[in-house]
């Protein structure tokens, strides 16, 4: 109704809640199939069930959470860590990155769900520095998810390399923190 007083067409305004309606009824699939895989339901059903719906909205498919609440399965994990790296995915597919190239840091992040919410503030600051190599930058960000490592230099190592160059050694004899020989 607040589109109608707006002055927008009935029309845009039914089609825009038509898929809002959509996105919650495949949400709460989702959930639910989620729960017949045996993962144990989310603690805010609600949170989860509308973070979802966000996700769907940026452009997640029903596949790649599918594939996640399998991910979650597989590591004794709760629906929740599913929505939250689906909540990652959507964050990136939202600006561009589709979801089947994003996939392995997708199941990475499922094992770390509290990671997922720095993703697409990491990818903003990446791409504002220049970065362009978006296979790079989620490749790296997986590495760092799985390894417990930190986004805050990505945004300055704008082809996703910091520390991967040949021969240049990583851990604390001289590679950690190091940003390759990028700009």
């Known amino acids: 109704l607040e589109g109608i007083a707006k002055g927008v067409p009935p029309d845009r305004v039914s089609a825009v809640a038509g898929a809002l309606v959509g996105r919650l009824g495949e949400a709460g699939a989702l959930l639910e199939a989620s729960r017949s895989l045996g993962l144990p339901p989310p603690a805010d059903r609600d949170g989860a069930f509308l973070d979802l719906a966000h996700a769907l909205g940026n452009g997640l498919d029903r596949a790649a959470f599918e594939s996640l609440a399998g991910e979650a399965k597989r590591a004794g994990g709760k629906a929740e860590d599913a929505v939250a790296a689906a909540s990652a995915l959507g964050a990136l597919a939202r600006r561009g990155v589709p979801a089947g190239e994003a996939a392995a840091l997708g199941r990475a992040l499922v094992s770390a ?71």
């Open 113 to 183: 769900p509290r990671r997922a919410r720095e993703v697409g503030p990491a990818f903003d600051a990446w791409r504002a520095h220049g970065g362009t190599d978006v296979a790079g930058f989620l490749s790296e960000t997986e590495r760092r998810v799985r390894g417990g490592g930190s986004f805050s230099d990505l945004d300055r190592d704008p082809r996703g390399q910091a520390g991967r160059e040949a021969g240049e050694p990583r851990g604390p004899q001289g590679g950690e923190g190091r940003r390759g020989r990028h700009p």
